[in-house]
């Protein structure tokens, strides 16, 4: 089995859209470890729906949106980074974080801690907008203080140059592309097994794992503008 981890720069970047890319564009199969916060649909159930390929459940389904201890606390839940091993799988797993590095799991443990543990490359969703060159950097530096292999930074949203080649130039990192903004993403239609959102417990699992269809404009867009052979050549395929 090859793992690789998506993290981000912040909550809201588009790391989870990427990540559905990631998860077609590898065949893999795609887990979030801990799901803070549910909407519409959960991050499992997103990927699914854009990758057309499967969501394993997650090892912590919690309702509050919010940092992952404070939303376990308030259901009187502890996380244990204990039971969020890699899980095994056929062929390549796609693993997603939640908010950014320093987020923590409970009172102990940050993102981070797991993120090191577990070993596997680590690819670094950044946004193109104002402020995001302080922010990359930033989490360049720690996840290379906590002996992260870092694949490189995906960024996401309209181009800039000058502020992309800033922060590979300063955080010495490989360019991984920039996946622009895709319209329609959030209203193609969702497989039917997946169109209601379970109700969510402590620990609780969403049962988001049927493949339905894919956006082949994600699908398209990712073959596109991303760089997936230096991807490939990180886990090995």
Known sequence: MSAIVVTGTDTEIGKTVFSAGLTAALNATYWKPVQSGQEEETDSQIVTRLSGRPSLPEGYLLQLPASPHLSAEAEGVTIDPDTLDLPQVDGVLVAEGAGGLMVPLNREILYLDLMARWGAPVILCARTKLGTINHTLLSLQALRNAGCNVVGVAFIGESEEAVEKTICQ??????????????????ETAAPDLGEVQGAFPGGRSGADQPGGRSEALVEAFAKHI???????????
């Not at 010495?172 to 209203?187: F, T, W």
């Not at 052979?229 to 886990?235: C, G, N, Q």
């Open 170 to 187: 300063f955080g010495k990192v490989a360019h991984l592309g920039r996946l622009p903004m895709i319209n329609g993403l959030h209203n």
């Open 227 to 237: 760089d997936l052979d230096t991807i490939k050549k990180a886990i090995q395929l």
